[in-house]
Nanobody
């Protein structure tokens, strides 16, 4: 069982940066694939990034590649999403999620979810 709590959201101007931490409970955090997803009003939840258990392998949605970086600190049971060069279209509720096995961009494969944190990018 893993419990996830996101933080770090807020209002930022276009071109700005934010870092979203997601703190996880549980002693088996280091065995999980950790992902970030987002959901904008009126849209479906979409994949943003994932990092594998070792922290070496990562994957990103094309829309954020080169601007966002996912990382993990197993000593702190925390996964991070560093967002830079933010655009108004990045406005959404951002969720972190955890799963076992292999990395995936499909939200239905993730077993554990946080409550989400709002990111708003003004133009």
């Amino acid at each position: 069982q893993v419990q996830l709590v996101e933080s770090g959201g807020g209002l930022v101007q276009a071109g700005g940066s934010l870092r979203l931490p997601c703190a996880a409970s549980g002693r088996t955090f280091k065995t999980y694939i950790m992902g970030w997803f987002r959901q904008a009003p009126g849209k479906e939840r979409e994949f943003v990034a994932f990092v594998n258990w070792s922290g070496v392998s990562t994957a990103y949605a094309d829309s954020v590649k080169g601007r966002f970086t996912i990382s993990r600190d197993d000593a702190k049971n925390t996964v991070y999403l560093r967002m830079s060069s933010l655009k108004p279209e990045d406005t959404a509720v951002y969720y972190c999620a955890a799963k076992s096995g292999y990395g995936s961009s499909y939200s239905y494969e993730y077993n554990y979810w946080g409550q989400g944190t709002q990111v708003t990018v003004s133009s």
